[in-house]
């Protein structure tokens, strides 16, 4: 084990990229002493990304936990006090130039989040650690990070931030939060930001997830991350819009300790482990994001399907409707899995809320409560549709993502249209009724590849990206038949597996699976 340790810490220091800020012969042996160091200390455990060492040296002082934890601190009277942060008197404006950056060999972002939540009082203290690696292919000289929760005031109140275990200014406006990079970071090099803040959770809004009622509380988009970044459209922040959703996320991992007082239920994105003292552990690897809520009224029921665990969080007297999501879900995850791809997670929790829809998230889905009250016994009814509508967004959102504010159809035409492969493979007689209670009553019309921002309202946005969207999609399927259809379906849910795709890349996919001619339907529903 020891020649092993010695070995592979001579290795990765050795390995360490040469950059025109390295290249110090004494650094690289330094580094290498300081890995095996470390690799001593947390006895081979994993391979996780180091921090800098001042980094990991606070973190061992700090607690009690694994070498990588770190938690937040207890807050004082006086930081709750003072809710923003104010940057100390000898401050620099000016970004110092930041330790050399160390290539942290990560394909996707790490985001470890050390979360307290305080059910009563509605505040949830958070650390969070985030390890980016370029991997735009292009020299960044700024950083952009999404802060949902900031877009309203009193919310999200900063803490600290640092780049590299150095203290930095924060540039924050509204959602958008800047960090510097000089010198620029190349291709493959990587930084590290420590963000330290509180969370002062509103009540919720019945047509949002976020926030607090009586007996629920809903976090999502908590943590701030990094924005996708592309060459064509730069940094993929968008504001939101009366309809539809504005958020695109990168595929990352997540390593998350939540802290949340024993009587209390929590449904999260994974299966959480408890570790101790109340501290939870939950990994959640190339997902979009990881979200999760608690109740205190909340019963669970699993099922293990072939493909995943799938896990319904219910209110008291609903037991029967989340014993019918969970058939209707799991047989979803089955087709699914053998229709397009193999489920892209290990479990998925169902969380009842008050919404007036349902919403999607990978690993954890929320779905309104009415549609549990008008559920029917049968599996025609908005209830069953619209869980199997949001399990269908694990493929289209979560694994495969798209631009959701300027290509909204890329993943709702999918799950819409998902819907008709459930249920022409799982209850086949009322498939008939599917397209007419979901699509034709509605009339729809417009194009199918409308914008968030076109200024559409609800029904007219869905009846142009959703409803459309599936006639589009029906319509391909019969032009090109069941074996190129499925051969798409399949060559596009891996081609695309963590990704964001394009419009383009949907075609692009499809021509090469097709050598029909479907260019009468483009004109037919995209402008
Ligand atoms: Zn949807």
Known sequence: ????????????????????????????????????????????????????????????????????????????????????????????????????????????????????????????????EIIYTNQTGVE?????????????????????IKLNGEEIEPNLEGARLEIPLEPKLLPEEGVIIEITYRLDIPAKPSDEVFGYLSSQINIVNWYPFVAPYTAEKGWLIYAPSGVGEHLVYETSDFDVKLKVSDNLIVAASAEGETADDNWVHYEHKAARAFVFSVGSRLSSQTVASENARVTSYFFPDYEEESAALLEASSKAIDVFSERYAPFP?????????????????????????????????????????????????????????NDNALEPWVDEAMALYSERIFYETVYPYPVGWWWRFRVYWFKP??????????????????????????????????????KDFNAFLQDYAKSYAGKIATSDDFFMILDRNTNEDYNDLLEEYFK
């Open 140 to 160: 960044l000289e700024k950083l952009v990070l999404v802060v949902e929760t900031n877009r309203r005031s009193d919310v999200f109140h900063l803490e600290s």
């Open 345 to 401: 997670y290990e479990s998925l929790s169902i969380v009842q809320t008050e919404l007036n829809d349902g919403m999607e998230y990978d690993g954890l889905i929320f779905v309104g409560r009415k549609f549990y009250d008008e559920y029917d016994g049968t599996i025609k009814n908005n209830l069953i549709m619209l869980t199997v509508h949001e399990v269908a967004h694990q493929w289209w959102f979560g694994s495969v993502g």
């Open 445 to 482: 019309k417009g194009w199918v590849n409308i914008t968030i921002y076109d200024g559409y309202d609800f029904r007219a946005y869905t009846n142009a990206v959703y409803y459309r969207g599936g006639l589009f999609l029906e319509d391909l399927r019969d032009r090109i038949g069941e």
């Open 1 to 128: 084990m020891r020649f092993f340790i010695l070995a592979l810490a001579a290795v990765l220091g050795g390995g360490i990229r040469k950059t025109r800020r390295w290249g110090q012969r004494l650094e690289r042996v330094w580094i290498g002493a300081f890995l095996i160091g470390f690799f001593l200390l947390t006895g081979c455990a994993s391979l996780t990304p180091l921090p800098s060492p001042t980094a990991i040296q606070t973190r061992l002082s700090s607690n009690t936990e694994t070498p990588t934890a770190f938690l937040p601190a207890a807050p004082t009277a006086t930081e709750r006090a003072t809710s923003t942060f104010t940057p100390s008197p000898t401050f620099s404006p000016t970004p110092t130039p930041f330790p050399t950056p160390v290539w942290m060999g990560r394909e996707i972002p790490l985001y470890t989040l050390r979360a307290d939540l305080d059910f009563a009082e509605h505040t949830l203290e958070v650390a969070e």
